[in-house]
């Protein structure tokens, strides 16, 4: 008996994996096929990822509120209604803010963008005016510095921020993310996700524990908080930093009559998001054109108020918002922008710094436990 299974038990093998060798060949035979249909589904799941997004960015706020509502002594209604209460609360503040943003902020940055590039030459002349009559000792008048000016007069603002191009782009954008049935449903989900959210985690909670053993899971459900918990305070706290450097710069800025102030302002704020060389980047180009625009002097004043600015953001803004998001040395945030910048563009440069803490979690976890198993075992 046991000479006639190994046949079969060979045969068996062989014919798995043939079919395994036709199935990666059809795969590959027929991969723009395939990668046409991924394509149209991601076109049809796409508002439901953007429902669950909009739903775990909302979250916190949305539990913080129902929970003083849930606070309330002698208001039964507000307990009861709190969730309800709270979602509403949350959507309203973010109308508000997106109305304020397009309504107030969008024309003021798109006028300044048009005013730039008209008058970008004119600027470039004053500018160079002024560095002619310096003394030669000056260090503007070195070749660095000359080198850089010669180079800024090849750019074509132009042909770089085509506006004819960028009212296309955004037409486009307008079209594509008008589609009401899309939008409708990426919202509805959102809502129903924050309103059911209690019976959506039971599920997944009682799903784990029927697929994978008692320890399994407890480990699953750790990494998955922890994990959680990094990316939504980065996430959420990154975005709403860059929202209040935008404001303050810009603020700042007006204070001093930096021209272009509210352009300049929420470009560092945007710049902001990319953690470390965001800043930086942001702060030497707001520095330059403040340079053409307002003169030396207004320029160093710019980068004093702004260098304050960053200094009571990095220590005392940040942190209040963020909490113990994402705590790694500056020098895993370096290597985590620089290498998912390289390999995955701006989202990487964004992203990078979460997942590069949570695989840093992780390593310090298994390092912990093997010397623990060691020391037992000593």
Same mark, same amino acid.
């Given at each position: 008996?046991?000479?006639?299974?190994?046949?079969?038990?060979?045969?068996?093998?062989?014919?798995?994996?043939?079919?395994?060798?036709?199935?990666?060949?059809?795969?590959?035979?027929?991969?723009?096929?395939?990668?046409?249909?991924?394509?149209?589904?991601?076109?049809? *799941?796409?508002?439901?990822?953007?429902?669950?997004?909009? +739903?775990?960015?909302?979250?916190?706020?949305?539990?913080?509120?129902? !929970?003083?509502?849930?606070? /309330?002594?002698?208001?039964?209604?507000?307990?009861?209604?709190?969730?309800?209460? &709270?979602?509403?609360?949350?959507?309203?503040?973010?109308?508000?803010?997106?109305?304020?943003?397009?309504?107030?902020?969008?024309?003021?940055?798109?006028?300044?963008?048009?005013?730039?590039?008209?008058?970008?030459?004119?600027?470039?002349?004053?500018?160079?005016?002024?560095?002619?009559?310096?003394?030669?000792?000056?260090?503007?008048?070195?070749?660095?510095?000359?080198? %850089?000016?010669?180079?800024?007069?090849?750019?074509?603002?132009?042909?770089?921020? !085509?506006?004819?191009?960028?009212?296309?782009?955004?037409?486009?954008?307008?079209?594509? +993310? &008008?589609?009401?049935?899309?939008?409708?449903?990426?919202?509805?989900? &959102?809502?129903?996700?924050?309103?059911?959210?209690?019976?959506?985690?039971?599920?997944?909670?009682?799903?784990?524990? /029927?697929?994978?053993?008692?320890?399994?899971?407890?480990?699953?459900?750790?990494?998955?908080?922890?994990?959680?918990?990094?990316?939504?305070?980065?996430?959420?706290?990154?975005?709403?930093?860059?929202?209040?450097?935008?404001?303050?710069?810009?603020?700042?800025?007006?204070?001093?009559?930096?021209?272009?102030?509210?352009?300049?302002?929420?470009?560092?704020?945007?710049?902001?998001? %990319?953690?470390?060389?965001? /800043?930086?980047?942001?702060?030497?180009? /707001?520095?330059?054109?403040?340079?053409?625009?307002?003169?030396?002097?207004?320029?160093?004043?710019?980068?004093?108020?702004?260098?304050?600015?960053?200094?009571?953001?990095?220590?005392?803004?940040?942190?209040?918002?963020?909490?113990?998001?994402?705590?790694?040395?500056?020098?895993?945030?370096?290597?985590?922008?620089?290498?998912?910048?390289?390999?995955?563009? +701006?989202?990487?440069?964004?992203?990078?710094?979460?997942?590069?803490?949570?695989?840093?979690?992780?390593?310090?976890?298994?390092?912990?436990?093997? !010397?623990? *198993?060691?020391?037992?075992?000593?």
């Amino acid at each position: 008996m046991e000479e006639k299974k190994r046949p079969i038990k060979k045969w068996l093998y062989w014919f798995l994996f043939a079919v395994a060798v036709i199935a990666v060949y059809k795969t590959l035979d027929n991969i723009t096929e395939i990668s046409i249909w991924f394509e149209n589904l991601l076109g049809v *799941l796409m508002p439901f990822i953007i429902g669950i997004l909009i +739903a775990y960015l909302l979250y916190t706020p949305c539990r913080k509120i129902e !929970n003083l509502f849930n606070k /309330a002594k002698k208001k039964n209604f507000l307990r009861k209604k709190a969730r309800t209460l &709270s979602i509403v609360i949350v959507y309203l503040v973010v109308l508000l803010i997106l109305l304020l943003f397009f309504k107030v902020i969008i024309p003021v940055v798109v006028d300044s963008v048009a005013d730039l590039i008209t008058n970008f030459q004119e600027y470039y002349n004053i500018t160079m005016a002024s560095i002619e009559r310096l003394p030669e000792d000056s260090i503007l008048k070195s070749d660095f510095v000359i080198e %850089i000016f010669n180079n800024l007069k090849q750019i074509n603002l132009k042909d770089i921020v !085509n506006m004819e191009k960028i009212a296309q782009y955004a037409k486009g954008a307008i079209s594509a +993310a &008008s589609k009401i049935f899309d939008i409708f449903v990426a919202i509805i989900v &959102s809502i129903y996700i924050l309103k059911q959210r209690d019976d959506i985690l039971g599920f997944l909670k009682k799903l784990g524990k /029927a697929l994978f053993k008692k320890d399994t899971y407890t480990n699953l459900e750790k990494y998955f908080n922890k994990t959680n918990g990094i990316f939504f305070n980065f996430l959420a706290g990154q975005l709403l930093d860059g929202f209040v450097v935008g404001i303050i710069t810009s603020i700042g800025m007006s204070i001093i009559h930096v021209k272009y102030a509210v352009l300049l302002g929420f470009f560092i704020g945007i710049l902001n998001l %990319i953690p470390y060389f965001g /800043a930086i980047v942001g702060v030497i180009i /707001a520095a330059i054109i403040t340079l053409l625009t307002g003169g030396l002097n207004q320029a160093i004043t710019m980068l004093i108020l702004v260098t304050i600015l960053q200094q009571i953001d990095a220590n005392i803004i940040n942190p209040k918002i963020t909490g113990k998001s994402v705590k790694i040395s500056p020098l895993l945030v370096i290597f985590a922008v620089t290498v998912g910048g390289s390999y995955f563009g +701006a989202w990487g440069m964004f992203l990078g710094v979460p997942v590069i803490a949570v695989i840093r979690m992780m390593i310090v976890d298994f390092i912990d436990y093997k !010397n623990r *198993l060691k020391e037992k075992e000593g």
